[in-house]
């Protein structure tokens, strides 16, 4: 279905399409080709009279013609975010149940199907790029519309808070950006604060305790989105 048709004879004649209706036009001029765009599946017989019947051993000609709807295809299903490097599950369906998907991602690589349609796919996306998908299905040699999905990475965070404080003070940390739920470690490079709560989330609180060997921590946050550090300078006094 909306796909052209184009007939051809050898020879100048009438030409005609029964049913008359799940195409355009429904009505043909005569001459040697006949051409236009099939509407509505189902089978259709061409039939093509010579004009000078006597000219030909068979009149008229005719030709059985079976025209497959389209798939239509459901959405996409999968992270629209994602972590470069990272593997993700996505899913569609349709109104059909024969016929492969054809899955072509952007910057990323198909590691596994899954369904006899091949109707679930593993990605793993790529470290840097733009990333999509796009879903076709091909049933009876006719090729859905594509759906597409448009996928964004994860932004790398952003450490803000105070960075000279005092031993025996809690000081409150926030990540920037935006993270799967649990998806932000917060990790110190020593044993000069604890971290009293937050862990997992984008906002931390650390207790520092001060040293008279150690005056400095490496604070550190790790999403999909990337890492970033940080140093803060402990006063003992």
């Not at 709807?69 to 975010?81: E, R, S």
Request: glycine share 10%.
């Amino acid at each position: 279905v909306d796909d052209t048709f184009n007939f051809s004879a050898n020879g100048a004649g009438s030409w005609s399409i029964s049913p008359t209706t799940g195409h355009t036009p429904s009505i043909f001029s005569s001459g040697t080709s006949i051409s236009g765009t099939w509407t509505k599946p189902g089978k259709y017989t061409i039939t093509a009279t010579p004009t000078i019947p006597s000219d030909y051993c068979s009149s008229p000609a005719t030709l059985e013609v079976t025209v497959y709807a389209k798939p239509i295809l459901n959405g996409i299903v999968g992270p629209a975010k994602i972590g470069p490097g990272k593997p993700y599950l996505y899913t569609i369906s349709s109104n059909m149940t024969d016929g492969l998907f054809n899955w072509t991602p952007t910057n990323g690589i198909i590691t596994a199907y899954t369904g006899n349609q091949h109707e679930s796919v593993m990605i793993t996306w790529n470290a840097t790029g733009t990333y999509g998908i796009s879903v076709t299905q091909t049933v009876e040699n006719c090729t859905s519309q594509p759906k597409t999905l448009t996928v964004t990475p994860y932004p790398k965070p952003t450490i803000t808070g105070i960075l000279n404080t005092c031993m025996d003070t809690e000081i409150t940390y926030t990540a920037s950006g935006d993270a799967p739920s649990g998806g932000y470690v917060w990790t110190m490079n020593n044993a000069l604060g604890t971290i009293i709560s937050g862990q997992g989330t984008n906002t931390i609180k650390v207790l520092w305790h001060g040293s008279t060997s150690i005056t400095s921590c490496l604070l550190t946050v790790t999403t999909c989105g990337g890492t970033d550090s940080v140093t803060v300078n402990v006063s003992v006094a």
